[in-house]
Structures are given as C-alpha cells and as structure tokens.
C-alpha cells in the first residue's frame, strides 16, 4: 500500500501542522529562505517531542501523520499508521461520534473538544480527549489534524473515586444505624436518611448545618435530654474521645450510641455519631432472661431461680432465728394417667392451673417454682414455728383436692408433700432439697395425697441406701451374689424334683444380706436387669449341672422384677439361658405377681404370651393379695399359681384362710393351673393342704434355701423329705445342712 502524501496548506507546504508565518525580509531572499528552514525545525522538533499524540488525516479518515507519542499511544509505528483509518482504531461505539465531528469541522463549525475511546495495537482500551481543526489547500478543506491526550489513567480514577463515593454513600444509607457528622465547629457534615428517621429530624434543619440546634432537638427527645447534651459538650472538648452510652427516649425506644473522631491525615476533623435502635434486641434479651429462670409453661420460676432464692434464704437464717424458712417438694398423684388418657394438652392446662392455685395459697414474699414434670416446689420465707409449715401444707392439699374444669374435663388430682424446716444447724440449699424430695418420696410410699417432714432418721436411711446403690454396682462387677435354693417338694410322696432359686448377696463387710434390703433400691436403679440376668443364667446353669449328676430331669422357679418383666430383651436372655445350658424350656419356670402385670396389662400380655409360646411355664406369685381377678386367670398363659404364706401360715388357726385356700385349690382344679402352697411351716399346715387336695408346696417345714452344695448332697441322698412315714424323718438332717441364715 503507497504511502499517503500529507495534505499541502494554504502555502503549500507538506508539513503535518501550519507553521506560524515569519517575519520575511524581501531584501534578502536567502536570509529569508533560511530563516523559514529554522522555522520548518523548530515545529517540527515539537511535533515529534510533543507529549500529546499529534496527527492528520485527510477527509475519508486516512491518517497521514502521527508523532512520536502517537506511536507509543497507539502501539503503531508510523509506517504502520499511514496505513490505517480511523475507523480501525476508534472503538466501534465511538466511530460515529468521530465521524460527526469531522463533518462538523467540515462545516466550518471551528475547533472541538470531546473525548473517545481507542483500541490501540495491545488491544487495552485508552480514553483520549481530542481538540481538532480543519486543514485547508486553496480555500478547500483537505483534512484533519488532532491533538490527543491519553487520559485513561485520569478517567480510571475519577471512576474508582465516584465507585468509592458510591459505596460509601451506600453503605452509609444501607446501615441500620442512624449516623450524623459534625464538624469540630459542630456544623452537620453529613447524615443518613435512617438518622432522620430514627430522631425524626427536619430535612431543613439538616441543610441549615446547625449541629447545636440538632443537639438541641436529641436532647428533647430523651428521657435524661440534660445529661445527653452535657455528654456532647464533653465530647466536642476532648476531639480524641471515644465513648458510648445507652439512653432511653421518652417514648421508651432504647438507643447505643457510639461516638468516634473522624480522623483525616492523622487529626480529628470531626465527630461521628452513630446510634442504634436495641428496643426489640433489649426484648428480646429480657424475653430471654425470664426463660433461663422461669418455666415457659407456667411461668414459675424454674430450679435455677429457685436455688438462689433458697441461697439467699440460707444466708438470711445464719444466726436470725426470725428469718426461718421451710420447703415443699410437690409431686402431683396419678398425673402421668391424667396425661396419658386426657392427652397432653389437658395435662399442660391442669399444670397452669395447679400453679396458680399454688401461688394463690402462699403470701407474696413466698416462691412457687415448676422443677418440671408434674414437681413443683414452695419456699415458705419467715415461717415461724413448723405448726405453720404443716397449716400451708394443709391448706394445699384442700386447695388441690378441688376439682378442676380444664375444657370439658372435671380434673381431680392430690399431691404428695416433703417438708423440710430449717434449723439451727447450717445446712446447704442442696441438702435441703434433697432431703425435701426425700421426704415427698416417703409421702408417695405411704399412700399418696399426704405429706411427710423430714426428720434425721429418714436422712440416714437415705444415706444407707445410697450406699447400698454404690455397693451393689460393684457387687455386679465383683460377683458377690449367691444363688440359694429351696426344695418344692411333692406332698404325697415327698419327692423334689423343682427348686426354686432365690438370690443373696455376700457383701464383703455386712455379710449375707437377704433380697428384702436390696432388692427395692436395685429396681429403683434400673440394676435389678443385669442381677435377673445373672440369676436367670446361674439358676439354669446349677440345674443342667445337677441333671448330669442325678439321673433325672429337675426343673427351676425364678422370679421376675416388674423392670424384668417389661424389658425388650427380656425373651431373647430367657432363650440365650436355655440355648446355653441345655435346658428343655418346660424345665424353666418364671414367677411374677399380679401387681406387676397388671401395672402393665397389655405389655405384659405380649411378653408373657411369647414365653408361653417358646414353652416356658408361667407362674403368679403370691396369689390371693391382688387383684384375684378371673380375667386375670382367664386372660393371660398361666400354668400355675402360688397360695401366698399369710394364707398358708393361718391355716390351723383361722377358718376364713381355710375356706380361701380350698377356694384357690378349687380354682386351680377347675382351670387346670397347678397350684402350689407357699409358707409351710407345721406339720398341721402339712396335714390340712393334704386334706384339701394341696399337692405340692415349699416352706421352712422342708428346708430353708440352701446353698448349692447342700442340694447336690441332698439329690444323691434319694431328693425326698420324708418316706410314707409322716414323720418327716429327713426334716432335720437336710435343716441341718442347708440352715445358712
């Protein structure tokens, strides 16, 4: 491509700007030839050296002249420039306004400034503003030349600083503070629209700049306005400060403020102000606080709240025999069916409404408290002499044996009461509480609806069990328990050939210590599972090994805990025994009573059937103390039924026992149960259960329980307790060997 030739002037010079004309002396054509040659250097040194790009181009766009800083603005050489239009270095979205221009020069509209943008070689876009003007030959407009500067670098930062400006403003109307600033001439600098709105301020007051007439308006808005005002004026004395506050306006909105130096070039130029509205945040952390300490049911306070009251009424009756006190551990009676039949929403309402009660029934300076459940505890301050105590006792119990109305439900429900009174011996809130649940316990035990006071004795029975828990649970780690076992015995011939296995525990210290001192405090616990597994295990184990010895089958009586009886894996330890002894399962024997079944009636009919069904024989203990339903019998898979001992031990004496054991042995017959006579201790009981038709039976006439060794001497001796002779013969030898106790 040829190279384009510059537009000539008006004087017909090639040069890429219109030189200045000289002062030429026509009386000396070559001083004035050399003068105009000076001048041709001098301008086009400063084209060349120009720090702003420098260029022409003709009326169709074709550059014919850049400068040096062209090249370097435009990443093009100049050869490669003298070969391109503007068209191909103009961003395309500024080529029009390129063009329009140069039609507007064209049109004799004089110089112009604007700005575009290029896309020079790199392909990194440059902004230039551009001032040009119209090249002219002979009166005729031949082309353009331009002046540029790059003011990319200008631009970039104008936009950077409106962005900042932007985000700042932004982030200054964005906040959920309100934010003013002042000047240390304490004129308003700026504020934020929520500042407005926050202090309800006038937009005029704002653009008038007053900050003292602004304090001014703060301070009438606040509850304390005096003291806001003096915090400012104390601000403003010390331009460094920072504090914060908390203020309270009278419409009773609460506000943080946070007052910091607006710091330029290290010094305080001003004050920034912010303000933050906490009224929901402080209602909600009120909201917050009342519920660690109250009951969100009732609205009571709850144990923490409690306990520190009961700290403070410790403290108070050091040494101040006026500031007694006593308190009340509640536990409602029977509320789990009222919960379980009525549904638990009922039961919600009936605790509201026994709370309020409670309350009602106690004076202002006292504290209700919801521990949670169906336990509520009453701390009586000043409470004087304990014939008080018992007259609010009272009084609760009546206030709560009124019905309810919860819905359209009549409610009736009791509360067992422990009592405990303070004292002349320190005690701590703990113990106290302690002890007062204690004692409610032995309200429950005694028959509910009632209330007990603590008293010493019960302290130390309570220590003793707390022993006896501890040392039953390394009694199950260490192996102490024994299992002892009493014959039953064939009345007619004497024969035994089923024992039944009672448990003891050999504690290191106290000895032999009998299930009646042990056995209450291990359901209570839960531990009664592991020891009944243990006893189920070693009984099954003890009879397959005596069978092996003996030569004839031997069957086992054990008896099952209520907590036994309703465990899930209760069947599966019953099959796991079997599997590992050998056992057939009609040789195991399993013993609970009618209390415990029908405490869980449906449970227990479901665990009892699966027993019945792998062929365990199912025996109910102490029949005649319960229920003595016939549905009873009827409905679930009993094989046998035990005449409990107080029947049997009346027997020579009392008719009436008489006629209620013959009954039961009538029953028995008529249902095909076996029965069995517990408790037989004479020879005369002896008599009359043979007289009866009584069968087999267990007692202290035979033998007490014994320990495994005395029954294997006693089954390779014939296993029989006396011969025909009613005599018992062997009465005393096997007493002998077996009486542990």
């Known amino acids: 491509m040829p190279t384009r030739t510059p537009p000539k002037d008006n004087n017909n010079s090639t040069s890429p700007i219109t030189q200045p004309r000289a002062a030429f002396s026509t009386r000396n054509p070559k001083v004035n030839e050399e003068i105009s040659r000076r001048n041709e250097e001098r301008y086009r040194d400063l084209f060349e050296n120009a720090n702003d790009l420098i260029y022409t181009h003709d009326l169709d766009g074709n550059f014919t002249s850049l400068n040096r800083a062209g090249e370097r603005i435009t990443g093009y050489s100049r050869e490669e420039a003298l070969r391109l239009n503007i068209s191909d270095i103009v961003a395309p979205e500024f080529l029009g306004q390129a063009k329009a221009m140069i039609a507007k020069k064209v049109a004799g509209k004089g110089p112009t400034t604007y700005e575009l943008e290029i896309i020079p070689k790199t392909g990194k876009r440059k902004t230039l503003e551009l001032s040009t003007r119209l090249i002219s030959s002979g009166g005729l407009a031949v082309g353009i030349q331009g002046i540029a500067r790059d003011i990319t670098a200008r631009r970039q930062a104008e936009t950077s600083l409106h962005n900042t400006v932007s985000l700042l403003a932004s982030t ?58 003096a915090n400012f004026d104390n601000l403003f004395a010390d331009p460094m400060s920072k504090a914060t506050e908390l203020i309270e306006l009278k419409d009773g909105r609460k506000y943080e403020c946070y007052y910091q130096p607006q710091i330029l070039k290290g010094k305080a130029v001003g004050r920034v102000c912010c303000f933050r509205d906490i009224t929901k945040r402080n209602e909600a952390e009120e909201k917050l606080r009342f519920y660690a300490l109250h009951d969100s049911l009732t609205q009571l306070p709850n144990r923490t709240e409690f306990m520190d009251h009961l700290r403070e009424a410790v403290d108070r009756a050091q040494g101040n025999k006026y500031a007694r006190f006593a308190v009340l551990f509640l536990d409602l009676d029977r509320f789990k069916v009222i919960n379980d039949s009525l549904g638990h929403g009922i039961g919600d309402k009936l605790l509201i409404a026994i709370a309020e009660r409670l309350k009602a029934c106690v004076r202002p300076g006292d504290v209700v408290a919801r521990f949670g459940g169906d336990e509520f505890t009453i701390l009586l301050n000043r409470t004087g002499e304990i014939s008080n105590v018992i007259n609010i006792a009272d009084r609760l119990q009546a206030k709560l044996a009124a019905p309810f109305k919860i819905g359209s439900y009549e409610v009736f429900t009791s509360a067992s009461i422990g009592i405990v009174a303070s004292g002349s011996v320190p005690r701590r809130p703990e113990g106290i509480l302690r002890d007062a649940d204690a004692a409610m316990y032995c309200a429950k035990e005694a028959g509910k609806a009632r209330y007990v006071i603590f008293d010493s004795e019960m302290h130390i029975r309570n220590i003793n069990l707390l022993q006896i828990e501890t040392d039953l649970r390394h009694a199950i780690q260490r192996g102490e328990f024994e299992a002892l076992y009493q014959p039953i015995v064939d009345l007619v ?16 210290k106290l000895g032999l210590i009998s299930p009646g001192e042990f056995v209450s405090v291990a359901e209570e616990t839960g531990l009664i599972v592991p020891i009944g597994k243990w006893i189920l295990e070693e009984s099954c184990r003890q009879i397959a090994d005596w069978q092996k010895h003996v030569g004839f089958d031997l069957s086992v009586s054990v008896n099952l805990s209520a907590k036994q009886l309703i465990h899930p894996a209760l069947t599966s330890q019953v099959k796991d025994a079997l599997f590992a002894t050998g056992l057939n399962a009609s040789q195991l024997k399993l013993e609970v009573t009618e209390s415990m079944v029908m405490e869980h009636r449906e449970l227990s009919l479901k665990i009892l059937t699966q027993l019945d069904e792998i062929g365990v024989a199912l025996s109910t203990d102490d029949f005649g103390t319960g229920y003595s339903s016939l549905s009873y019998l009827q409905n679930f898979p009993f094989k046998r039924l035990k005449i409990d001992r107080s029947f049997v031990n009346l027997l020579d004496r009392d008719e009436k026992s008489k006629a209620i054991v013959k009954t039961i042995l009538m029953l028995g017959e008529n249902l095909d149960i076996h029965v069995v006579a517990e408790g037989i201790e ?38 029989n307790v006396f011969s025909a002779d009613p005599q018992l013969k062997y009465q005393s030898q096997i007493i002998q060997v077996a009486d542990v106790q």
Do not use: Y
């Open 172 to 229: 200054l109307e964005s906040t959920a503070d309100g934010i003013v600033v002042l000047g240390l001439d304490r004129n308003i600098v700026t504020c934020n629209q929520k500042f407005i709105a926050m202090w309800q301020v006038d937009p005029q007051l704002i653009e008038n700049k007053d900050g003292r007439e602004l304090t001014m308006h703060l301070g009438s808005m606040v509850g304390d306005g005096d003291r806001l005002i």
């Open 493 to 508: 011939s004497g024969e035994v050939r089923e024992f039944e296995a009672l448990i003891r525990w050999q504690h290191p």
């Open 682 to 719: 004479t020879t005369s009981q002896l008599e009359i259960l043979r007289s009866l038709g009584c069968i087999s039976g267990q007692g202290f006439l035979f033998s007490r329980p014994i320990d495994s060794e005395a029954i294997r001497l006693f089954l390779e001796s014939g296993a």
